[in-house]
């Protein structure tokens, strides 16, 4: 049977960052210490003097889910000061370093964004741009384009307020059989076919009206992006937010396993699907073929290693090159639609919420072998974790290495004084 979770990247968040520390206990599971034995944990990379709170989170956390393959880099006020790789299996062939590069799933939306307002900060696009205006929006035949179309903006796009709502519509985003069929395409579908079936579906709210997670609105920031640069999504990406940080390893990933890159962990699950790269009806590894990764490219395409995504978050840090101190602040601005439950609110790319001391940002990520979290803390501690898995017969949660990873930086006294980045280049 297919993983339910296959048909969607859940990787909304949940506004769970910088709440406390609930839920930071629940990292022992059903691993069983015979197993724990049995296998080898091994690890790599640099863990400074007096941080061994992170390794003990990070082992706890793997061991009770199963899980073979983790990475986790830690920045303090600009400085990486931990970079390590875990593998927990039984097979010494695989050493997962600092610098391996894992799926990053949702955490492609804080580049996609951070590619925006380039443009915006550029003057090449506006935010308040209406999406029929930029992109050519064709619905299949006998479907009409829904009228409210028009009051998709960019800025609504950034913030989820597109008016899509994939908790009640289908995600067009993992509907490839659903569309081959609709349109009558070949398998695999690619991104116009999807922008041409999702143009004759009704929006479930007015835009700008209702805060609903689709990745959808961030495919059609892509295109955006595309459009506006002349570039490919990719090249731009690389050439303008990643380059000037120094960021050389992200590359948009592949979906099946024969095209995996050198340095890509395995993607582990316990489900299977359909595949949707031919009409065979064949079943595959959820991870490895049930979706097609190739159209997810601006909402959950990349690949990166932990110390990558520190590195890239450090961009919202101070204003520079890539992004000034306005672009900053309207990534994390309140959307029109004010707060969520919990007192979050999701702004350009990125979860936000004001804690005593300051302001905390975050995202998650999610796919069928996939878990990742970044976070920025109000008090200049920035931290990536990595898996290359999500479920397991446990059951037990994965969202619970959030408050795990503020418990174990709560634990630190003593920060390392040095800077780790220039050894993972």
Same mark, same amino acid.
């Given at each position: 049977?297919?993983?339910?979770?296959?048909? @969607?990247?859940?990787?909304?968040?949940?506004?769970?960052?910088?709440?406390?520390?609930?839920?930071?206990?629940?990292?022992?599971?059903?691993?069983?210490?015979?197993?724990?034995?049995?296998?080898?944990?091994?690890?790599?990379?640099?863990?400074?003097?007096?941080?061994?709170?992170?390794?003990?989170?990070?082992?706890?956390?793997?061991?009770?889910?199963?899980?073979?393959?983790?990475?986790?880099?830690?920045?303090?006020?600009?400085?990486?000061?931990?970079? @390590?790789?875990?593998?927990?299996?039984?097979?010494?062939?695989?050493?997962?370093?600092?610098?391996?590069?894992?799926?990053?799933?949702?955490?492609?939306?804080?580049?996609?964004?951070?590619?925006?307002?380039?443009?915006?900060?550029?003057?090449?696009?506006?935010?308040?741009? @209406?999406?029929?205006?930029?992109?050519?929006?064709?619905?299949?035949?006998?479907?009409?384009?829904?009228?409210?179309?028009?009051?998709?903006?960019?800025?609504?796009?950034?913030?989820?307020?597109?008016?899509?709502?994939?908790?009640?519509?289908?995600?067009?985003?993992?509907?490839?059989?659903?569309?081959?069929? &609709?349109?009558?395409?070949?398998?695999?579908?690619?991104?116009?076919?999807?922008?041409?079936?999702?143009?004759?579906?009704?929006?479930?709210?007015?835009?700008?009206?209702?805060?609903?997670?689709?990745?959808?609105?961030?495919?059609?920031?892509?295109?955006?992006?595309?459009?506006?640069?002349?570039?490919?999504?990719?090249?731009?990406?690389?050439?303008?937010?990643?380059?000037?940080?120094?960021?050389?390893?992200?590359?948009?990933?592949?979906?099946?396993?024969?095209? &995996?890159?050198?340095?890509?962990?395995?993607?582990?699950?316990?489900?299977?699907?359909?595949?949707?790269?031919? &009409?065979?009806?064949?079943?595959?590894?959820?991870?490895?073929?049930?979706?097609?990764?190739?159209?997810?490219?601006?909402?959950?395409?990349?690949?990166?290693?932990?110390?990558?995504?520190?590195?890239?978050?450090?961009?919202?840090?101070?204003?520079?090159?890539?992004?000034?101190?306005?672009?900053?602040?309207?990534?994390?601005?309140?959307?029109?639609?004010?707060?969520?439950?919990?007192?979050?609110?999701?702004?350009?790319?990125?979860?936000?919420?004001?804690?005593?001391?300051?302001?905390?940002?975050?995202?998650?990520?999610?796919?069928?072998?996939?878990?990742?979290?970044?976070?920025?803390?109000?008090?200049?501690?920035?931290?990536?974790?990595?898996?290359?898995?999500?479920?397991?017969?446990?059951?037990?949660?994965?969202?619970?290495?959030?408050?795990?990873?503020?418990?174990?930086?709560?634990?630190?006294?003593?920060?390392?004084?040095?800077?780790?980045?220039?050894?993972?280049?």
């Amino acid at each position: 049977m297919a993983d339910g979770l296959t048909r @969607r990247d859940f990787g909304r968040t949940v506004g769970l960052s910088g709440l406390g520390l609930a839920g930071a206990g629940l990292l022992t599971g059903q691993a069983g210490t015979a197993h724990a034995a049995a296998v080898p944990w091994r690890t790599t990379g640099t863990l400074g003097a007096g941080l061994s709170s992170f390794d003990n989170t990070m082992k706890a956390f793997m061991q009770a889910r199963n899980i073979s393959c983790g990475s986790l880099a830690v920045a303090r006020k600009g400085k990486l000061v931990l970079a @390590r790789g875990y593998t927990w299996m039984t097979s010494t062939i695989l050493r997962t370093q600092p610098t391996s590069l894992f799926r990053i799933a949702s955490l492609s939306k804080p580049i996609t964004a951070a590619a925006v307002l380039k443009l915006v900060q550029d003057g090449k696009l506006r935010l308040t741009d @209406r999406l029929p205006d930029l992109l050519t929006l064709t619905p299949p035949s006998g479907k009409t384009l829904d009228p409210r179309l028009a009051n998709v903006t960019v800025l609504r796009l950034l913030q989820h307020l597109g008016g899509w709502d994939s908790s009640v519509t289908t995600d067009p985003m993992f509907s490839d059989l659903t569309i081959s069929r &609709a349109l009558g395409a070949a398998l695999p579908v690619g991104q116009a076919d999807i922008i041409r079936y999702a143009s004759g579906l009704t929006l479930n709210h007015n835009p700008g009206s209702t805060y609903t997670y689709a990745n959808y609105d961030y495919m059609l920031l892509g295109r955006i992006i595309e459009k506006v640069s002349g570039m490919p999504y990719a090249t731009y990406v690389q050439q303008k937010i990643l380059g000037p940080r120094g960021i050389t390893r992200m590359r948009l990933g592949r979906t099946l396993k024969a095209n &995996a890159v050198t340095g890509e962990v395995p993607y582990v699950s316990q489900y299977s699907g359909k595949t949707v790269f031919d &009409a065979s009806g064949a079943s595959v590894p959820a991870p490895y073929g049930s979706f097609s990764l190739e159209n997810m490219d601006a909402h959950g395409g990349w690949l990166g290693s932990a110390v990558d995504l520190v590195r890239f978050a450090g961009i919202f840090d101070a204003a520079s090159s890539v992004l000034t101190s306005t672009s900053i602040s309207r990534a994390f601005a309140q959307p029109e639609t004010g707060v969520n439950d919990g007192g979050w609110w999701y702004g350009c790319g990125w979860s936000v919420r004001n804690v005593s001391g300051g302001r905390n940002t975050w995202h998650t990520g999610s796919l069928p072998g996939t878990s990742t979290i970044l976070v920025r803390r109000y008090d200049g501690l920035t931290w990536a974790a990595l898996f290359n898995q999500r479920d397991d017969a446990s059951g037990l949660s994965y969202s619970d290495i959030d408050p795990a990873l503020h418990k174990a930086a709560n634990a630190v006294t003593t920060w390392p004084t040095g800077d780790l980045y220039g050894t993972y280049l």
